[in-house]
């Protein structure tokens, strides 16, 4: 990863490339100048969601979710805690499956909440379920590989 690391701006979508040195040196966006890797949750639009599981070199994982679903809701708070234990490392996001409903279409997303982990264009993993932040930081560390930098 001595290169450079690709990352769409979950903001305005434009793709960067991010020196894998300065993964933690809180990178911005050449485009909009929005922070690209971050302890927080970004809320994702269909047309971002798609070129940061197709362009991203770090991993992302997506929380799936609606807002009346009750364990989307109580996982929430989870979901955040995992994003600040693994800042730098992997980035977060989640998507409203009743907004975009199109999205879990295509991904034949059949419950929610779910966890979808995806590492330099595909897919990797999916965890189903409400789950506690150890585990949603064990999944993603568990299913790739370490960052080098």
Same mark, same amino acid.
């Given at each position: 990863? /001595?290169?450079?690391?690709? #990352?769409?701006?979950?903001?305005?979508?434009?793709?960067?490339?991010?020196?894998? +040195?300065? #993964?933690? +040196? %809180? *990178?911005?966006?050449?485009?909009?100048? &929005?922070?690209?890797?971050? $302890?927080?949750? /970004?809320?994702?639009?269909?047309?971002? @969601?798609?070129?940061?599981?197709?362009?991203?070199?770090?991993?992302?994982?997506?929380?799936?979710?609606?807002?009346?679903?009750?364990?989307?809701?109580?996982?929430? *708070? &989870?979901? /955040?805690? +995992?994003?600040?234990? #693994? &800042?730098?490392?992997? !980035?977060?996001?989640?998507? %409203?499956?009743? $907004? @975009?409903?199109?999205?879990? =279409? !295509?991904?034949?997303?059949?419950?929610?909440?779910?966890?979808?982990?995806? @590492?330099?264009?595909? =897919?990797?993993?999916? #965890?189903?379920?409400?789950?506690?932040? /150890? &585990?949603?930081?064990?999944?993603?560390?568990?299913?790739?590989?370490?960052?080098?930098?």
């Amino acid at each position: 990863m /001595a290169e450079g690391v690709k #990352l769409a701006c979950t903001t305005c979508g434009q793709m960067n490339r991010v020196p894998a +040195a300065k #993964l933690t +040196a %809180n *990178p911005k966006c050449g485009s909009c100048g &929005e922070a690209l890797v971050t $302890d927080k949750v /970004a809320e994702l639009d269909p047309a971002t @969601h798609d070129k940061a599981t197709r362009g991203d070199d770090l991993p992302l994982l997506v929380d799936y979710w609606a807002p009346w679903c009750g364990p989307c809701r109580q996982m929430a *708070p &989870e979901f /955040a805690k +995992a994003a600040k234990t #693994l &800042e730098g490392r992997a !980035r977060f996001a989640k998507i %409203n499956t009743q $907004d @975009h409903p199109k999205i879990s =279409e !295509r991904l034949r997303i059949q419950g929610i909440p779910l966890l979808i982990l995806y @590492h330099k264009g595909r =897919e990797v993993a999916r #965890l189903p379920g409400a789950r506690p932040a /150890a &585990e949603i930081a064990a999944f993603v560390t568990g299913k790739t590989p370490a960052q080098a930098g």
